[in-house]
């Protein structure tokens, strides 16, 4: 079944500053890679999602980047704010209907 | 709030005692899923239905847990004899269907078994 690998577990930026997260996943056949941010006691948010016919999707200060031949997925998110401080997942959906989760990555704004 | 709910959004229980969860889903999604998420983990896949149809559910999933949506509107999630390693954060989530994957998370019901 799929698999979905997450890193770094933990990231400190400056504000204003960028921050990326990257994933990997292992089911050639995933087609469908949402990111959701999840603060302290709330639920997951879906911040962004990318499908597999596009390599690139932007929104504002957040986009992801989609590399099929490498299995590879990118958050990247400009001129950081404090509100960006949370817990990031990234998933990936397997052939059936089923989304996988990675482990996180906390992001910490430094003002 | 037209958002999921999950009731309720507490629970502890006694190593052994059964307990019984609900969620609804946003009016007319027709898909609902059922997660797991512990401290400093991403939800784990529990299981999920189409309508009132389970069409999947996690391998790693004990003989324990069972999910109901009987009319395909809102689910049960029942946990029979409970143990401490099944304290977590139990999350619902729903999404229109087939062709719109964005899953709409629940608040989560937060299980302690003591």
């Known amino acids: 079944g799929e698999n979905v690998e997450q890193h770094p577990s933990t990231l400190s930026v400056q504000e204003g500053d960028s921050a990326v997260i990257k994933c990997t996943y292992s089911?050639?056949?995933?087609?469908?890679f949402p990111w959701y941010k999840q603060e302290l006691g709330k639920r997951p948010q879906l911040i962004i999602d990318i499908r597999s016919n596009v390599g690139e999707k932007k929104d504002q200060r957040i986009a992801v980047t989609l590399n099929k031949t490498a299995k590879h997925f990118s958050l990247h998110i400009t001129e950081t704010q404090p509100e960006d401080s949370a817990v990031y997942f990234c998933a990936a959906r397997d052939q059936g209907s089923k989304i996988i989760f990675g482990s996180g990555t906390r992001l910490s704004i430094r003002p | 709030d037209t958002g999921v709910s999950q009731n309720p959004r507490h629970k502890i229980t006694k190593r052994g005692q059964n307990v019984t969860f609900r969620c609804d889903p946003i009016s007319e999604h027709n898909r609902l899923y059922w997660y797991r998420q512990t401290l400093g983990q991403g939800p784990e896949f529990l299981t999920y239905f189409q309508n009132e149809a389970q069409l999947e559910k996690s391998r790693l999933l004990s003989d324990r847990f069972s999910a109901e949506r009987p009319k395909g509107s809102f689910s049960t999630l029942e946990i029979q004899r409970t143990e401490q390693g099944d304290s977590a954060m139990y999350l619902c989530a729903s999404s229109l269907g087939i062709n719109t994957d964005t899953q709409y998370f629940g608040p989560g019901t937060r299980l302690t078994v003591l």
């Open positions: 089911d050639s056949a995933s087609n469908y």
